[in-house]
């Protein structure tokens, strides 16, 4: 069992930044491929980014060149860092942790993220 608690959402304008935060609550990440995944309005949750415990990653084609996923074993955390964010980037952001030996994903509560001038 793995409690995911995000961080970091906010209201930004296009072209902006911001960083979001995941934190595993008294669990071990290691054994986990974290995620973010996003949810609009009327549109489908969708992967944002994900990174292997040994620090493979993959990106949606939408944020490629534009957000950065990374994380720290050590501390349970897993990060997203935003850059040049755009108005369609808008959604609830929400923390996913993939279990590779059970096969169950965890999610977070999710943070809003808006993008509008």
């Known amino acids: 069992q793995v409690e995911l608690a995000e961080s970091g959402g906010g209201l930004v304008q296009p072209g902006g930044s911001l960083s979001l935060s995941c934190v595993a609550l008294?669990?071990?990440?290691?054994?986990?491929?974290m995620g973010w995944y996003r949810q609009a309005p009327g549109k489908q949750r969708e992967m944002v980014a994900r990174?292997?415990?040994?620090?493979?990653?993959g990106y949606a084609d939408s944020v490629k060149g534009r957000f950065t996923i990374s994380r720290d074993n050590a501390k349970y955390t897993v990060c997203l860092q935003m850059n040049s964010l755009k108005p369609e980037d808008t959604a609830v952001y929400y923390c996913?942790?993939?279990?590779?030996?059970?096969?169950?994903?965890?999610w977070g509560q999710g943070t809003q993220v808006t993008v509008s001038s």
């Open positions: 996913n942790a993939y279990d590779l030996q059970t096969q169950n994903d965890y």
């Open positions: 990174v292997t415990s040994g620090g493979s990653t």
């Open positions: 008294g669990n071990n990440l290691s054994m986990y491929v």
